[in-house]
């Protein structure tokens, strides 16, 4: 089973190409987390807000990401921070086409297993 991470926080940018540039090496980083799957990095310039979902292998991988991430968001002077975590249903998400990722039985470095 694997678990999505849900955040969303306050932000005054960068949004976009900027914020793209600004954070690169922040996403190159978040690959080598443990049971980290993949990241969809979400924005919304016109109310100031940003975040991502995130897939990790286990509950644990993503609460253990969502301690160090809070924190890591904390020394930026973002304290008023977001976080849910849900277990994914595979089979509908199957049905609705989810990324690769979430099927089960896969991976990230076997993703039509």
Known sequence: MSYVLQVDFKMN???GEEMAEAFSDLA???????GF?????TENAEKNEAGGIYLFETKETAEKYNVMHTSRLAD???TDINAKIFSVNHKLTEINKGPAYCNENSSPGNPTS
């Not at 190159?28 to 443990?34: G, H, P, Q, T, V």
């Open 37 to 41: 799957m993949w990241k969809i990095w």
């Open 13 to 15: 940018g960068p949004f």
């Open 76 to 78: 930026f002077g973002i």
């Open 28 to 34: 190159k980083s978040i690959n080598e987390e443990d």
